[in-house]
């Protein structure tokens, strides 16, 4: 289950950001997670729950905001809700050249601790 890689991620990446601002306890992590993203979210909460105990983010709860997957086509620049499973042809034009503008996110949106001080977001490249 890679939802338990994942949620261990998430965990090491939060600890990161809220340590050296002298959180002792984090109360939320809120992660936006694409609708194509291949991640089942009670599989990732459970994981979650699991790999926060003797860490920083015990006791935390994880709030998942699914992203709908969206797609837009290069011909007629149209746009549509992909579903699943995807639909990755377009549904005025039928063309194939496709850009998938949504679905994949698998975002830290937001961290809350004890003392209700938002924690910044990790950029991309302490990620």
Partial sequence: MHEMSIALAVIDQV???V????????????LEIGELAGVVPDALAFSFQLACEGTVLAGAELLTEPVP??????????????????RLSC??????????????????????????APVPTPTHEER
Avoid: K, N, Y
């Fill in 15 to 17: 600890e990161s950001a």
């Fill in 19 to 30: 340590r050296p601002a002298g959180a002792t306890a984090v109360r939320s992590v809120r």
């Fill in 69 to 86: 997957a969206r797609a837009r086509c290069g011909s007629c620049d149209r746009t549509w809700p992909t579903g699943l499973p995807p």
């Fill in 91 to 116: 549904p005025g034009c039928g063309g194939v050249g496709v850009e998938l503008l949504s679905g994949r996110e698998l975002r830290i949106a937001d961290v809350s601790w004890h003392d209700d």
